[in-house]
C-alpha cells in the first residue's frame, strides 16, 4: 500500500464527549498514523465538522452560510489534529481549497504530491468548499484527485451492517459488498453524493471501527475486520 486517504467525521474527534475535541482519542490516530507513515505509506486525512456544526441543523439561517461554518469547522478540526500529529513528531501541510490566509495553503494536486512526497502528511480541510456537499464527497474527491489507493474510512460502528447494530442485534455484517449494493440499498457507508462519485471513480472504501485496538493499522497491515466496499 502506498497512498492512502484516512476520513475521521468530527464526532470521533469528540470521543465520548460528543462535542468539541478529545485529546487521547485523536493521540491514538496520530500514534497509529505516525508508524504508517514510518513504513513508508503516503497517508492524507479529512475530518468532518459534526463535533462543531452542521449546516443542514440549521433551520433559521441560509444554508449556503450555515454549511460555510460547517466548512470553517473541518478547518478548525484538521488545525487542532495536525498540531497533535506535530506534536507526536511528524510533519504536517494543511490544504484548503478556499484561501485562509495564513492558516492553510490552497490545495493544488501539485502541492499535495510535493507534501506527500516529503514524507508529510496532508490534511485536506474545508470539505469540497462548496456548499451541499460533505466531506463524505470531499474525502473521496480528493482520493480520487491524488490517486490515492484505497480511503480509510474509520467509524464508531465497525463495518457496514445490513440493518442498524445498534437497533437491531441480529444485524449482519458484511465482509464485502460492491458499491452498486450499497447505492441500491442505501446502506449508509458514505452520502449518496459520495457513493455515486466513489462508483464512478472506482474508488474502494473500507470500513471499520476508530474505537478497536490499533485498527488503522491493523486495517493496513492486512489484519482487516471491518467491511471492503469493492468498485
Ligand atoms: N460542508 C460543506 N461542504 C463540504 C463539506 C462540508 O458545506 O464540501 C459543511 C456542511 O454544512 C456539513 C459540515 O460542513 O454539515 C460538516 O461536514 P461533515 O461532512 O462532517 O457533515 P455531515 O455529513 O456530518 O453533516
Redesign the pocket.
Known amino acids: 500500500m502506498k497512498k492512502i486517504l484516512l476520513k475521521l467525521?468530527?464526532e470521533a474527534l469528540a470521543g465520548d464527549k460528543k462535542t468539541g475535541f478529545d485529546e487521547d482519542t485523536i493521540r491514538k490516530v496520530a500514534f497509529q498514523v505516525k508508524q504508517l507513515v514510518e513504513d513508508g505509506i503516503q497517508v492524507g486525512i479529512v475530518i468532518?465538522?459534526?463535533n462543531f456544526?452542521?449546516?443542514?441543523s440549521s433551520e433559521n439561517i441560509d444554508r449556503t452560510k450555515?454549511?460555510?461554518?460547517?466548512?470553517l469547522?473541518?478547518v478548525m478540526n484538521c488545525i487542532y489534529t495536525s498540531e497533535i500529529f506535530r506534536s507526536a513528531g511528524m510533519k504536517t501541510e494543511i490544504l484548503t481549497p478556499f484561501e485562509c490566509s495564513s492558516f492553510t495553503k490552497l490545495f493544488s494536486k501539485d502541492r499535495a504530491d510535493k507534501y506527500f512526497s516529503q514524507g508529510k502528511v496532508v490534511f485536506f480541510a474545508?470539505?469540497?468548499?462548496?456548499?451541499?456537499?460533505?466531506?463524505?464527497?470531499?474525502v473521496v474527491l480528493r482520493a480520487v484527485e491524488v490517486e490515492a489507493e484505497v480511503i480509510l474510512l474509520a467509524k464508531a460502528v465497525d463495518g457496514v451492517y445490513d440493518d442498524d447494530p445498534r437497533k437491531n442485534p441480529n444485524a449482519k455484517k458484511y465482509k464485502e459488498v460492491t458499491i452498486d449494493e450499497v447505492i441500491a440499498k442505501n446502506l449508509q457507508v458514505v452520502?449518496m453524493t459520495a457513493s455515486i462519485l466513489a462508483r464512478d471513480n472506482k474508488m474502494p472504501m473500507w470500513v471499520f471501527g476508530l474505537n478497536e485496538e490499533n485498527s488503522i493499522v491493523n486495517t493496513v497491515k492486512g489484519n482487516f475486520d471491518g467491511t471492503k466496499v469493492t468498485v
Open positions: 467525521s468530527g468532518g465538522g459534526g456544526w452542521r449546516g443542514r450555515a454549511d460555510q461554518i460547517g466548512m469547522a473541518t474545508g470539505g469540497t468548499g462548496h456548499p451541499y456537499f460533505s466531506t463524505d464527497t470531499g452520502d
